[in-house]
Each structure stands twice: as C-alpha cells, then as structure tokens.
C-alpha cells in the first residue's frame, strides 16, 4: 500500500489550493482516509476525514473552508482548501487506515498507511 499526496505550494491569504492522495494497493471504498498536517514546532493535527464511502469530518479550524472528496474509480482522495489563512502554513499528509474506532477516527495513530507529506505555505 502506497499513499502519494501532491498539490501542495504557496499561495496569499485568501487563495486556494487543491491537495491530492492517490492510493494505490488499496481498492475497498470503505477504506478511512484522513488528512493531518504538521506546522513547524507543533504537534500533528487531524485536519478531515472521509470514511464510510462518502461520510466526512472536519476539524473546527477548517470548518467551512476545506472539503474533502474522493474519486474511487482514481483511487484518490482529495482536499479542497479555500480561504487559506497563514495559520493553516503546514506539511500535510495523508493517511488511510482500515476497521478504525469510529469514536477515535482523529487520532491518527489509528492509521496504517501514511504519504509523505506535502509542504503548504500561506503568506500574510
């Protein structure tokens, strides 16, 4: 099982970026993948979810702003983040995980398969 994520890159206040996971070795659609992202100094955060074929949950911070989607026939799980604020400036991975603790399903130590991060950077 390999996760890619891609997408990342810098952008203004206010701009958008489109973050793509293609999984691969992977092919049930009731496959959990959750996006997490990490700033400088600080520890790993659960960003959203998609679980249950098309179920979604997002943390407070991002509420309104990010959504995240999947194409299953592409085996990717994208997050579509607008409204970008310097706070969300962070390497964001992906991570899929199978049989999760629904209750637990932010926590990512509940997930097997992570990508290698991808480097987002907002300016003031």
């Known amino acids: 099982v390999q996760l890619q994520a891609s997408g990342g890159g810098s952008v203004q206040a206010g701009g958008s970026l489109r973050l793509s996971c293609v999984a691969s070795?992977?092919?049930?659609?009731?496959?959990?993948v959750a996006w997490f992202r990490q700033a400088a100094g600080k520890e790993r955060e659960f960003v959203a979810d998609?679980?249950?074929?098309?179920?979604?949950g997002y943390a407070d911070s991002v509420k309104g702003r990010f959504t995240i989607s999947r194409d299953n026939a592409k085996r990717t799980v994208f997050l579509q983040m607008n409204g970008l604020r310097p706070e969300d400036t962070a390497v964001y991975y992906c991570?899929?995980?199978?049989?999760?603790?629904?209750?637990?399903?932010?926590?990512?130590?509940?997930?097997?398969?992570w990508g290698q991060g991808t480097l987002v950077t907002v300016s003031s």
């Open positions: 998609i679980w249950r074929g098309s179920r979604t």
């Open positions: 070795g992977l092919t049930s659609s009731s496959i959990s």
């Open positions: 991570a899929a995980g199978t049989g999760l603790i629904l209750s637990s399903r932010r926590d990512d130590r509940q997930y097997a398969y």
